[in-house]
T-cell receptor, first 117, second 110 residues
Framework: EAGVAQSPRYKIIEKRQSVAFWCNPI?????LYWYQQILGQGPKLLIQ????????DSQLPKDRFSAERLKGVDSTLKIQPAKLEDSAVYLC???????????????FGSGTQLSVL | DAKTTQPTSMDCAEGRAANLPCNHS???????VYWYRQIHSQGPQYIIH???NNETNEMASLIITEDRKSSTLILPHATLRDTAVYYC???????????FGTGTRLTVIP
């Protein structure tokens, strides 16, 4: 079974530039998540999609971050404009279910490491 | 979701059992205990989860105390590839999200 695919693997940009990350979840997984992981910390949820609808974006800095999952499959996360504090690993995860069963497992990609200079 | 407390770091000799503790004293009856691990430069990987009973799979065993206020993840024969950050997470019924703390950094020593 193919895992969660993310690209690019690494990205270096200057502050105030824009950047986009792409994620392709495991085939058939209804729920998709974007997490931000700052060095030395655990991952923090940015946004959760169920099919192509947003379930939770309460932690997404909406003045600069946006995400979409238009066809309920792959997703993009964008930052515009980037700040120094956005330097982090951006992880995408997916799970099979519809958000009801508590025993769902999340499957993570390897992430995109963003450095903002 | 209930908070968890884990030691910051632990060492384990290769081939020995690694026992990783987790305190979750405010856990409620509908919250499961999950363990994930994150190997360097990779995303977190699911290990095991449980509600009340002890659980075992091909990766590890999970021992949950009777009062459910703490648990222990056991890797029976640690290898160098088990070096990683291990996260203990409690998760409410019906919630897909996982709230990660800072975890325990396990170093397996040759």
């Amino acid at each position: 079974e193919a895992g969660v695919a993310q690209s690019p693997r690494y990205k270096i940009i200057e502050k105030r530039q824009s950047v986009a990350f792409w994620c392709n979840p495991i085939s058939g997984h209804a729920t998709l998540y974007w997490y931000q992981q700052i060095l030395g910390q655990g991952p923090k949820l940015l946004i959760q999609f169920q099919n192509n609808g947003v379930v939770d974006d309460s932690q997404l800095p909406k003045d600069r971050f946006s995400a979409e999952r238009l066809k309920g499959v792959d997703s993009t996360l964008k930052i515009q404009p980037a700040k120094l504090e956005d330097s982090a690993v951006y992880l995408c995860a997916s799970s099979q279910g519809q958000g009801i069963r508590s025993e769902e497992k999340l499957f993570f990609g390897s992430g995109t490491q963003l450095s903002v200079l | 979701d209930a908070k968890t407390t884990q030691p910051t770091s632990m060492d384990c000799a290769e081939g020995r059992a690694a026992n990783l503790p987790c305190n979750h004293s405010t856990i409620s009856g509908n919250e499961y205990v999950y363990w994930y691990r994150q190997i360097h430069s990779q995303g977190p990987q699911y290990i095991i989860h449980g509600l009340k009973n002890n659980e075992t799979n091909e990766m590890a065993s999970l021992i949950i105390t009777e009062d459910r206020k703490s648990s222990t993840l056991i890797l029976p024969h640690a290898t160098l590839r088990d070096t990683a950050v291990y996260y203990c997470i409690v998760r409410v019924v019906g919630a897909n999200n996982l709230f990660f703390g800072t975890g325990t950094r396990l170093t397996v020593i040759p």
